[in-house]
């Protein structure tokens, strides 16, 4: 079946301006997840989707990021106002009940 | 609250070496255990996985991983590295609740010298 998929595969933005990534989930999978990833850098956890509950956005580095989730499936991450230190490879990731996490290919964010 | 890690940051190994990434956790109870694997360019990948059963577990090209749960640790082993392996390794940990978000260590870079 069809895996996780991301749009835009990359994006570049001029600093200043707004952009939204999107996150397609594996149907059925009830908990979603949003990365950062930064060049030579591990996984920076932004915010976890689990069902109906309120997200968890512990990780969310500024109030300028924000994510909803629709009707349980579809993921926008939203960046306002973007800085260079936005800059990073944006992954999106869903898992079954057990945990195994099944990651998309990511949006390559450029910051000019 | 739950933490995943991972203490070799990068790991340098000549081909055909034997390979160890220590993974520990902290989390009392039962636990869901993952080892996921990103090749240069490309996205995550699952490596192998440990619900529950035998505790050494086998995942792809050649890979395994041991759970033992008096050390709470989870090490990745290989006993022969190739130059393909060179990655990098996450490990990761969800306790066992369909509740549960899953926490990654920081990651080891994997090198290999051919």
């Known amino acids: 079946g069809a895996g996780v998929s991301q749009s835009p595969s990359n994006k570049v933005t001029e600093k200043g301006k707004d952009v939204e990534l999107r996150c397609d989930p594996i149907s059925g999978h009830t908990a979603l997840y949003w990365y950062r990833q930064s060049l030579g850098q591990g996984l920076e956890f932004l915010i976890y989707?689990?069902?109906?509950?309120?997200?968890?956005k512990s990780g969310l580095p500024s109030d300028r990021f924000s994510a909803e989730r629709t009707g349980g499936s579809v993921s926008t991450l939203t960046i306002q106002r973007t800085q260079q230190e936005d800059s990073a490879v944006y992954l999106c990731?869903?898992?079954?009940?057990?945990?195994?996490?099944?990651f998309g290919p990511g949006t390559r964010l450029t910051v000019t | 609250a739950q933490s995943v890690s991972q203490h070799n940051h990068h790991v340098i190994l000549s081909e055909a070496a034997s390979l160890e990434l220590g993974c520990n956790y902290s989390y009392g109870g039962t636990v869901n255990l993952f080892w996921y694997v990103q090749y240069p360019g490309q996205h995550l990948q699952l490596l192998l996985k440990?619900?529950?059963?035998?505790?050494l577990v086998k995942g792809i090209k050649g890979f395994e991983a041991e759970f033992i749960k008096s050390k709470f640790s989870f090490n990745l082993r290989k006993p022969s590295v190739q130059w393909s392996d060179t990655a990098e390794y996450f490990c990761?940990?969800?306790?066992?609740?369909?509740?549960?978000?899953?926490?990654f260590g920081s990651g080891t870079r994997l090198s290999i010298r051919p």
């Open positions: 990731a869903s898992s079954d009940p057990r945990g195994e996490q099944y």
């Open positions: 990761a940990v969800a306790s066992d609740s369909s509740a549960s978000k899953i926490i």
């Open positions: 440990y619900f529950s059963g035998d505790p």
């Open positions: 989707f689990q069902g109906n509950s309120a997200p968890d």
